[in-house]
T-cell receptor, first 110, second 114 residues
Framework: SQTIHQWPATLVQPVGSPLSLECTVE??????LYWYRQAAGRGLQLLFY??????ISSEVPQNLSASRPQDRQFILSSKKLLLSDSGFYLC?????????FGPGTRLTVL | GENVEQHPSTLSVQEGDSAVIKCTYS??????FPWYKQELGKGPQLIID?????GEKKDQRIAVTLNKTAKHFSLHITETQPEDSAVYFC?????????????FGQGTILTVHP
C-alpha cells in the first residue's frame, strides 16, 4: 500500500531564515507530486507540481522553490522566509485518478 | 481561469439529519470532481469522487451528484453523526487532465450536534 510522509510536523522559524520541508512517498513509483499551502484552515492553493525527477512546475510566483532529487522525494525550500509564508503545507500524490494528501507541516514564521 | 464556488461556508445540523454542500464551477473541460474531508490539524482525506460520465455515486452514507450541464456538483451526507464534523472541500481538475492539478473550493465547516 502507498503511504506519504511529511517532515517536520511543525516548525517555527524567524523571518529571514531558510526553509526545507520534505515529502516522501512509499509504495508507488514515478508518482505525480504536489505542494499546496493552506492558510487559516481554509482554501488549498497549489504551489508546485512535479511529474518526474528534476521536473518542477510553479503555479504561483512566490518566495518558495521546490525540488525533486529522487523519484519519491519532493522538497519545498526557501532561502529567506517571510511572515506571509506562515501556513499549513501539504504534499500530495496521485494514485489512479485520486489525489492523496500527507499529514502536513504547520509552519509559523515569527 | 478556473473557479470553484462552494456553499455554504458553514453548516450546522442535528445528529441524524442530512447535510448537503454544493459547488459550482466554470470550466466545461473539467471531468473529475472529488470531495475531501479535513479534520483539525490533519491533511485532507479523499472521501468520494465522481467522473463526468456519471451522474451520481454513493458510498454508504455519502453520495455525490453531478449536473454537468449546469456545472454544479453536490455532496450529500445522510444520517449525520458527530464524527462527520469537519471541513469539507470540493475540487475540480480544471482543464481536463492538466497533470492532475486540482482547484479547490473554499471549504464548508460542518458541525453535527449530538
Amino acid at each position: 500500500s502507498q503511504t506519504i510522509h511529511q517532515w517536520p510536523a511543525t516548525l517555527v522559524q524567524p523571518v529571514g531564515s531558510p526553509l526545507s520541508l520534505e515529502c516522501t512517498v512509499e509504495g508507488t513509483s514515478n508518482p505525480n507530486l504536489y505542494w499546496y499551502r493552506q492558510a487559516a484552515g481554509r482554501g488549498l492553493q497549489l504551489l508546485f507540481y512535479s511529474v518526474g525527477i528534476g521536473q518542477i512546475s510553479s503555479e504561483v510566483p512566490q518566495n518558495l522553490s521546490a525540488s525533486r532529487p529522487q523519484d519519491r522525494q519532493f522538497i519545498l525550500s526557501s532561502k529567506k522566509l517571510l511572515l506571509s509564508d506562515s501556513g499549513f503545507y501539504l504534499c500530495a500524490y496521485i494514485l489512479g485518478s485520486g489525489q492523496y494528501f500527507g499529514p502536513g507541516t504547520r509552519l509559523t514564521v515569527l | 481561469g478556473e473557479n470553484v464556488e462552494q456553499h455554504p461556508s458553514t453548516l450546522s445540523v442535528q445528529e441524524g439529519d442530512s447535510a448537503v454542500i454544493k459547488c459550482t464551477y466554470s470550466d466545461s473541460a473539467s471531468n473529475y470532481f472529488p470531495w475531501y474531508k479535513q479534520e483539525l490539524g490533519k491533511g485532507p482525506q479523499l472521501i468520494i469522487d465522481i467522473r463526468s460520465n456519471v451522474g451520481e455515486k454513493k458510498d454508504q452514507r455519502i453520495a455525490v451528484t453531478l449536473n454537468k450541464t449546469a456545472k454544479h456538483f453536490s455532496l450529500h451526507i445522510t444520517e449525520t453523526q458527530p464524527e462527520d464534523s469537519a471541513v469539507y472541500f470540493c475540487a475540480i481538475n480544471a482543464g481536463g487532465t492538466s497533470y492532475g492539478k486540482l482547484t479547490f473550493g473554499q471549504g464548508t465547516i460542518l458541525t453535527v450536534h449530538p
